[in-house]
């Protein structure tokens, strides 16, 4: 049991160290408001789109993709949205927390850490930690697009008309109704919705790694293996570049998130946090973690074994994504102060209950001990 409670802790206990870093440099002065500022703009728009194109751009083989884990991961993302529409409208009626909320609800951290939490559940066999992390960067090629794309979305949806009220118009119908239009229409704006994903900095850094993935795989299956020209042998700097970002991505953004931190912040929206933890690190690795487990058992297309189990543990048993907090500083006017408030709170609350889950499975003999 201590082996197990030990690998809980030390897959989440760093993201919770780095954060609290983030808040003694800040109190103490050592960092400052425009630091905080810049490092978050740095870290969304450069350093983790370097590190999703690096982990998706390493992907080895894609002929033993488990399209039976990859339909079930896409599956239950998708019921976590829809579920988490309907809490997050049941919660709050402030528009700008609800982005925020919504995207707690179905947005995890398995981009930053799902890599080293599954590396931690797949046992001491270096054989099954290789298979364990080529799982995990296989999922998060159609993962973490779709959890991009949704989270603009959840934070596209319900700030708009918070928006026009920020603008200081006067919220009544004028006689030729052309406020009431105004209003109607930004509820819902589609091409801003549109626009908010093409331009994600995320995003653009998944395409752009699928692209030079499959023009890599296009030179082997027309000049053979070893392909003529690859970015990590051809253009080293550039390669060595892109991938100093991605190591730096992870710590960064989180001691800059505990630079935003304000405990003072907790008591005017507890509800929200209380909901948000609890659908993020209870609710969702238990009903994910649980029908996956079912799906294992009885329905031979969804092949699930110690090898997928830790890769299904890291999607949806992490606390909320760090890089929630960051768009929802860049996106409309949602609530930044609660997006960072649910980031702390997941990780501090997710220590307990990847200790269950992890406990819980390695019981039942779905992971190496």
């Given at each position: 049991?201590?082996?197990?409670?030990?690998?809980?802790?030390?897959?989440?206990?760093?993201?919770?160290?780095?954060?609290?870093?983030?808040?003694?440099?800040?109190?103490?002065?050592?960092?400052?408001?425009s630091f905080v500022q810049i490092g978050n703009k740095f870290v969304f728009d450069i350093c983790l789109p370097c590190?999703?194109?690096?982990?998706?751009?390493?992907?080895?083989?894609?002929?033993?993709?488990?399209?039976?884990?990859?339909?079930?991961?896409?599956?239950?993302?998708?019921?976590?949205?829809?579920?988490?529409?309907?809490?997050?409208?049941?919660?709050?009626?402030?528009?700008?927390?609800?982005?925020?909320?919504?995207?707690?609800?179905?947005?995890?951290?398995?981009?930053?850490?799902?890599?080293?939490?599954?590396?931690?559940?797949?046992?001491?066999?270096?054989?099954?930690?290789?298979?364990?992390?080529?799982?995990?960067?296989?999922?998060?090629?159609?993962?973490?697009?779709?959890?991009?794309?949704?989270?603009?979305?959840?934070?596209?949806?319900?700030?708009?008309?918070?928006?026009?009220?920020?603008?200081?118009?006067?919220?009544?119908?004028?006689?030729?109704?052309?406020?009431?239009?105004?209003?109607?229409?930004?509820?819902?704006?589609?091409?801003?919705?549109?626009?908010?994903?093409?331009?994600?900095?995320?995003?653009?850094?998944?395409?752009?790694?699928?692209?030079?993935?499959?023009?890599?795989?296009?030179?082997?299956?027309?000049?053979?293996?070893?392909?003529?020209?690859?970015?990590?042998?051809?253009?080293?700097?550039?390669?060595?570049?892109?991938?100093?970002?991605?190591?730096?991505?992870?710590?960064?953004?989180?001691?800059?998130?505990?630079?935003?931190?304000?405990?003072?912040?907790?008591k005017g929206m507890t509800k929200e946090i209380i909901v948000g933890t609890i659908f993020r690190v209870v609710f969702?690795?238990?009903?994910?973690?649980?029908?996956?487990?079912?799906?294992?058992?009885?329905?031979?297309?969804?092949?699930?074994?110690?090898?997928?189990?830790?890769?299904?543990?890291?999607?949806?048993?992490?606390?909320?994504?760090?890089?929630?907090?960051?768009?929802?500083?860049?996106?409309?006017?949602?609530?930044?102060?609660?997006?960072?408030?649910?980031?702390?709170?997941?990780?501090?609350?997710?220590?307990?209950?990847?200790?269950?889950?992890?406990?819980?499975?390695?019981?039942?003999?779905?992971?190496?001990v």
């Open positions: 049991m201590f082996n197990i409670f030990m690998t809980a802790i030390n897959a989440v206990v760093p993201i919770v160290a780095l954060i609290a870093l983030g808040y003694i440099l800040r109190r103490t002065g050592f960092l400052n408001k590190m999703l194109f690096i982990n998706i751009y390493n992907i080895n083989d894609l002929s033993e993709i488990n399209w039976g884990l990859v339909v079930y991961s896409v599956a239950a993302i998708f019921i976590l949205f829809a579920l988490g529409w309907v809490v997050t409208v049941f919660t709050t009626k402030n528009a700008r927390r609800r982005g925020p909320l919504f995207q707690c609800t179905f947005l995890s951290n398995f981009a930053i850490i799902g890599i080293s939490l599954a590396e931690a559940l797949a046992g001491t066999d270096p054989a099954n930690v290789q298979t364990v992390n080529g799982v995990v960067a296989m999922i998060q090629a159609f993962t973490v697009p779709l959890f991009n794309i949704l989270a603009v979305i959840s934070l596209s949806v319900f700030h708009a008309p918070a928006k026009v009220a920020a603008e200081g118009e006067q919220l009544q119908i004028s006689e030729d109704g052309t406020l009431a239009a105004k209003i109607e229409r930004d509820k819902l704006n589609i091409k801003r919705i549109v626009l908010n994903i093409v331009t994600n900095p995320m995003i653009i850094g998944i395409v752009a790694g699928l692209v030079f993935l499959g023009l890599r795989y296009a030179e082997v299956a027309i000049w053979g293996d070893p392909a003529p020209f690859t970015i990590k042998e051809d253009l080293p700097f550039v390669y060595i570049t892109m991938d100093d970002l991605r190591v730096i991505a992870t710590p960064l953004a989180l001691v800059v998130l505990g630079g935003q931190f304000e405990f003072s912040a907790v969702a690795p238990l009903f994910a973690v649980g029908v996956a487990i079912l799906l294992g058992t009885y329905v031979p297309f969804f092949n699930f074994g110690q090898m997928e189990y830790p890769a299904i543990i890291s999607l949806f048993g992490t606390p909320v994504a760090v890089s929630s907090a960051i768009m929802a500083e860049s996106i409309g006017d949602n609530d930044g102060q609660l997006a960072g408030q649910l980031v702390v709170w997941t990780s501090v609350a997710s220590v307990i209950s990847l200790f269950v889950i992890v406990f819980v499975l390695m019981t039942m003999g779905l992971l190496s």
